[in-house]
């Protein structure tokens, strides 16, 4: 998937200014930066759930704009930040709508529906709560059914905004590791947005950093991830560091550039923050750790792509 001069935004005010990017195929792409600075508006227009005002979206090279509703639910799932699920509604009936862009003409409910319904419980672990109502359950719970939904629905791309928010630290890594499990298992591009930065250095191949609806910077968490583009992005100083345990980056935020400007009591200059803090290392959670694990790397499709990516 890539966009291509993307420009959208809401009520005639603009959100995405020109924005150009790719996501790999069969790779995990993660969107980051401030509250308002265009993820989540990006992700809507990939999805079709936004018009843009001007630019394309690609899908394998075509611009999905001429695709029938069927053809793009067959081929690209979205799960929104807040969904919400009917009252009443049983766990394994809600991932059962996953496979509506799959039935036929009739709406006849097949044995490969029944088949990948199962699946999805299985993989997402909720075989056990399959008839439960989906308000009765946890969020982390709740989030898994969502997943479960996205992941009966069989998609080659899958966009999640947000599919960490409101969980707990264990309940993150436990949703991320589900997440980047299927990914690996299926070979399905995943892109989605994540505010803790530390989990988004570890889990993704790609990250694409964003400021003022514009792509700043994109590329591994050694090119994303630093002192200089943190800073840029957040208006804070940041102390990056690598964690020998899971072989990842840790974001450590020092002082926004609000409290130096205020002249908050006892904030410290970036330098100052930076002389204090260096030589420590940082150890986070050792479960599911994905950076470190050797991925195939897709074979060169595009011109436009220097280190081999193909765009989904």
Request: net charge negative; charged share 25%; glycine share 10%.
């Amino acid at each position: 998937m890539a966009v291509r001069g993307l420009r959208a935004g809401y009520g005639g005010a603009p959100v995405l200014t020109d924005v150009d990017v790719t996501f790999p195929a069969g790779r995990v792409t993660a969107l980051v930066g401030a509250n308002g600075c265009g993820k989540s508006t990006l992700l809507r227009t990939c999805a079709r759930q936004l018009t843009p005002t001007a630019g394309e979206v690609l899908v394998g090279g075509e611009d999905v704009r001429g695709w029938r509703r069927t053809r793009f639910a067959q081929t690209v799932g979205f799960l929104p930040q807040d969904p919400v699920a009917p009252e009443g509604v049983s766990v394994r009936e809600l991932v059962s709508r996953g496979r509506h862009p799959h039935r036929g003409a009739f709406g006849r409910w097949r044995a490969e529906d029944d088949a990948a319904v199962a699946e999805a419980l299985e993989l997402t672990g909720l075989c056990d709560l399959m008839d439960r109502h989906v308000t009765d359950l946890s969020g982390g719970q709740r989030q898994r059914v969502w997943i479960a939904l996205a992941l009966a629905q069989q998609t080659d791309v899958l966009l999640l905004d947000e599919p960490t928010t409101y969980l707990d630290i264990a309940r993150q890594v436990e949703i991320l590791d589900i997440l980047c499990e299927l990914q690996r298992a299926r070979g399905i591009t995943l892109v989605m947005v994540l505010h803790e930065l530390s989990l988004a250095a570890r889990y993704a191949d790609v990250l694409v950093a964003m400021k003022a609806g514009e792509v700043v910077a994109r590329g591994g968490a050694e090119e994303v991830m630093t002192d200089e583009v943190v800073g840029r992005v957040f208006d804070m100083a940041a102390r990056v560091l690598h964690d020998p345990v899971t072989d990842a980056r840790v974001v450590i935020p020092l002082s926004s550039d609000r409290s130096r400007a205020t002249g908050m009591a006892g904030a410290e200059t970036p330098a100052d923050a930076t002389a204090r803090t260096a030589g420590r290392t940082t150890t986070g959670p050792t479960s599911g750790s994905r950076t470190g694990t050797a991925r195939p790397h897709p074979a060169a499709r595009d011109e436009n792509e220097e280190n081999g990516e193909v765009p989904a």
